[in-house]
């Protein structure tokens, strides 16, 4: 099969020609964007409750409302992608994206801040969106670097939104945050809409509003838990029921996706040996991955009174974290090289080998603010080596036409670990105490215990990798990813080449 560099726009293009580049850049500049908006309130996080007259439990809603409605929106906006069109499902994000940050940018209560913040949450579907447009219009050869690139994006923005975010509220008042968050996100629509075609690949069918409802509402019952559960106390009892609830909500949703003429997400496909694994290892690797972000900031800023913080300003922890970020992207190519070499299950063990090193080096590297950033560097690299091949896994063993609803339920399983592991720092941290100069501090030991979990957690992710299908054993369940020849959903599958 040959690929020219430009093609004929297929039915539904707005004429744009596949320039892959330009697309590969456009898409994960939105990516980065939209990764920003995870980091961009922590520096107010501690001036909230003053700035919007609140209380800091209710000003920590600021950072639960995106978390929730990001959860909410992943799975739905990528079946929406799938139906309707996945570029038109990424332009309507970001346009919600604009709309969200202005509002927070004229927010002076607490009210509009969330709501704001919820509508920014509400496009986090645009990485798992710009995966599968991919997917939908780059030729083989390209797909993999482009994909890890997309994929790492989710690590890179919020590595760099943190310093970044810091020194905005250092020089000016804090407003412009949130104004120049509306206008990333306004110039990366106006690039998408100019740059990127559609590929035309589409689904059809009904949306399935009672899955969309079902998920929704376990979902919300699950991460609220999750993410308030130590402020309204585990020992209270209203966490646990939330959990119970959600786990019984999951039961019948699932109950009827088996039954939906056309489901939100299709669980004979999910439950595909290499589908199943690999979300997975999303969920357990999300895990790890977000424990050096809870852990590095905080060490950074604790007095030295501790005796091993370091009492550094918060900007200086976000540029200790950037590195991080960089490296995921770095790693980027090498992920989709490695994947070519080998196959994506063998560089998804490899990045959670990587990881774990990464977590062991930073339990005897714990002295410096360089030895931080080498341990946070080399947890990166191993990100960026697993994060590149997730998708590429994902895609190897579902139709073209439920691609970006899978790339999606990958996203969510990895959000989903992010918020377990932020729970559990929070439980760690408050029964894990030091008094020093007359104050209460974390103890030495939580976050050592947290730098544990975390590599334990890279290690279970590589185990279970290691039970994925050999190379090509799934891909011939569906087509090739990155094939130009846009199959109908219902035609035959072909193998990999």
């Known amino acids: 099969m040959t690929h020219a560099p430009d093609r004929a726009p297929a039915p539904g293009d707005t004429g744009t020609p596949v320039r892959p580049n330009v697309i590969v850049a456009v898409l994960a500049f939105g990516g980065i964007v939209v990764s920003l908006m995870q980091t961009l309130v922590i520096p107010l996080v501690p001036l909230l409750p003053e700035l919007l007259d609140t209380t800091p439990g209710d000003a920590a809603w600021a950072v639960t409302a995106t978390l929730l409605a990001a959860a909410v929106a992943t799975p739905t906006v990528g079946r929406l992608g799938d139906m309707y069109g996945k570029r038109r499902m990424l332009l309507f994000s970001l346009v919600v994206l604009v709309a969200g940050s202005v509002i927070c940018a004229l927010a002076t209560g607490l009210v509009p801040m969330i709501i704001g913040r919820a509508l920014q949450g509400l496009a986090a579907g645009v990485i798992p969106l710009g995966i599968s447009i991919m997917r939908d219009l780059l030729p083989p050869e390209r797909l993999g670097g482009a994909t890890a690139l997309m994929s790492a994006s989710l690590g890179v923005g919020g590595a760099l939104g943190l310093p970044a975010a810091a020194l905005v509220v250092q020089q000016a008042d804090w407003h412009m945050l949130f104004w120049v968050a ?3 996100a306004g110039t990366a629509a106006v690039l998408v809409r100019a740059l990127v075609p559609d590929g035309g ?8 509003l009672l899955g969309s409802l079902g998920l929704s509402v376990a979902l919300l019952l699950l991460l609220l838990a999750v ?6 106390g585990w020992a209270g009892g209203v966490p646990g029921a939330m959990i119970v609830a959600a786990a019984l909500v999951l039961l019948v949703w699932g109950w009827w ?17 290499q589908v199943l694994l690999t979300n997975s290892a999303s969920l357990v690797f999300g895990f790890s991955m ?8 905080q060490v950074l800023q604790l007095p030295e009174v501790t005796g091993y913080g370091f009492g550094r300003t918060i900007l200086v922890a976000g540029l200790v974290m950037a ?11 090498v992920s989709a090289r ?16 990587l990881v774990a090193l990464g977590y062991g080096l930073s339990l005897f590297l714990m002295s410096g603010v360089w030895q931080l950033m080498a341990a946070s560097t080399v947890i990166g690299a191993g990100v960026g080596l697993a994060y590149g091949a997730m998708p590429a896994l994902v895609m190897a063993a579902v139709p073209r036409s439920e691609t970006a609803a899978a790339n999606s339920l990958n996203t969510l399983m990895r959000s989903i670990g992010t918020s377990v592991a932020s729970a559990v720092a929070g439980v760690v941290i408050a029964g894990l105490t030091m008094t020093a100069g007359g104050e209460v501090f974390p103890a ?3 976050f050592t215990l947290l730098l544990g979990l975390g590599a334990l957690t890279a290690l279970a992710a590589f185990a279970i990798a290691a039970f994925l299908p050999g190379r090509g054993t799934a891909s011939q369940e569906t087509p090739a990813p990155g094939t130009l020849d846009r199959p109908a959903p219902e035609a035959a599958p072909s193998s990999a080449s």
């Open 182 to 184: 509306a206008a990333l």
């Open 201 to 208: 690949v589409r689904a059809g069918g009904r949306f399935d």
């Open 227 to 232: 993410s308030k559960g130590s402020d309204w």
């Open 257 to 273: 996706e088996l039954r939906a003429p056309h489901p939100l997400v299709d669980l004979r496909v999910s439950v595909r040996r």
């Open 290 to 297: 977000f424990a050096m972000s809870l852990v590095v900031p």
């Open 323 to 333: 590195p991080n970020g960089l490296v995921m992207m770095a790693m980027s190519p």
């Open 338 to 353: 490695l994947s070519r070499a080998k196959g994506p299950k063998t560089t998804l063990m490899v990045g959670a080998l």
């Open 444 to 446: 030495r030991d939580a």
